[in-house]
């Protein structure tokens, strides 16, 4: 069939296709259930200050999931070329999201940063942020392969798949259905519209926040783990001007402590700094290099949970609306397992926490018991005797204690005359 017959044939869902690319369809795992069971844990352990016990099995869920789409990411690197591997576009929605609210749990959850699994969270965060680098490498750097012209059969149903094949009923075919990717079978490759990926509406999306996630990315990646930072570093840079012999103690200690004590205090001082000395090079350079990335660093810190809400909703946009095809559908246990798992987690936390509460309980009413077994009807007040002990002196309550005589020295001098008349 020529190429100049297939604009005569329609396909029913839309315009007439004259140009194809080859994808493979969203995996199940990262699905429309599990991309909002994650976002959910999120949020969860950003907002969940004092449960603890329940936030830490939320990060877990949220840790593991971000962790696999990172390692997952890293390794479809060469997977945008020839045939698009759309797990490329539903991992980033799903990292990007977790590296704005890294910046969100290690700097506003108290309860999570001085934890122990702080040292676990910075480690994932810097997962995250290098596989957000090849992401960004594979969506952006890397460019998409040319379309191919659409094959029709004699009846004028377009070829989606390679299992078509097998009916013999088309003269024509993709290369593209010849190519083999890591983790994927020829099998599943699926043509798809060229509109579809070249959505000049949806690209907007997914590049209006790169700048802001690659921030993120980058500050993961720096160990970045005192509260509001870089704050601290603020606090480091004009602490060593300050302490050296030409400025006052008293003075030093007080701006650091004004510092450290105040939200985003270091950013005052900083510019306190600035405003104060005078102009030298160390100042021309602080100036042009180091305060714009601090002032960057600042609006991330700030706006970290707003960008976090701005970056899902653009990414589901493009998902949900784009048209990209995915191989599970809602109702597949690939979908809602993942949520009936977690539900099942907390359930049993909540089990675990309440029979720990039961059996304090019990040891407080235990407690109560051996002290209602003293008989106060058994106990001479007055006297402060048992009376069931009265024979052998037995006291009870507050006892005042009889005086000790000490020996002196005319005691000494008395027994010595004793001793003589003897």
Known sequence: MSVDNVTIFHNPSGPPVTHIDCVYQISGTYGVLPRILYYVTLVFAIFGRRTEWLIIGALVSALTYAGTAAIHIMALVTSKSDVFDLDIVAAWAVLSTGALAYIGIIHWSSSVRDSRARVVLVCWGILVGISLVFGRAELFDTPPSPPEPACYSSR??????????????????????????????????????????????????????????????????????????????????????????????????????????????????????????????????????????????????????????????????????????????????????????????????????????WDRRKKVKKLDSVVDEIVIGDTDIESGMLKSDGDSGQEVGVVKPKLAHVQTLQDMEELERRSKRM
Request: aromatic letters at 12%; glycine letters at 6%.
């Open 156 to 357: 004028g149903l377009l070829l989606e798949y390679r299992g078509q094949l097998i009916d013999h009923e088309f003269n024509c075919t993709y290369k593209c259905f010849d190519i083999s990717k890591p983790m994927r079978r020829k099998s599943e490759i699926m043509a798809i519209p060229h509109r579809v990926l070249d959505n000049p509406k949806y690209r907007t999306f997914t590049v209006a926040l790169v700048g802001p996630i690659q921030f993120a990315a980058y500050a993961a990646m720096s160990l970045d783990a005192q509260a509001h930072t870089p704050s601290y570093g603020c606090v480091r840079l004009v602490m060593s001007y300050l302490i050296h012999p030409g400025h006052r103690e008293e003075f030093t200690k007080t701006v650091y402590k004004a510092s450290m004590e105040r939200w985003y205090g270091g950013y005052l001082a900083l510019f306190g700094y600035v405003k104060r000395s005078r102009w030298t090079y160390k100042k021309w350079l602080l100036c042009w290099l180091l305060i714009p990335w601090l002032v960057m660093g600042l609006l991330v810190d700030i706006l970290c949970l707003p960008l976090m809400v701005i970056n899902i909703v653009f990414n589901e946009m493009t998902l949900l609306e784009g048209g990209y095809p995915t191989n599970e559908a809602n109702i597949a246990i690939g979908q809602w397992g993942p949520i009936v798992n977690s539900l099942l987690v907390v359930i049993a936390a909540c089990i675990n926490r309440g029979l720990d509460i």
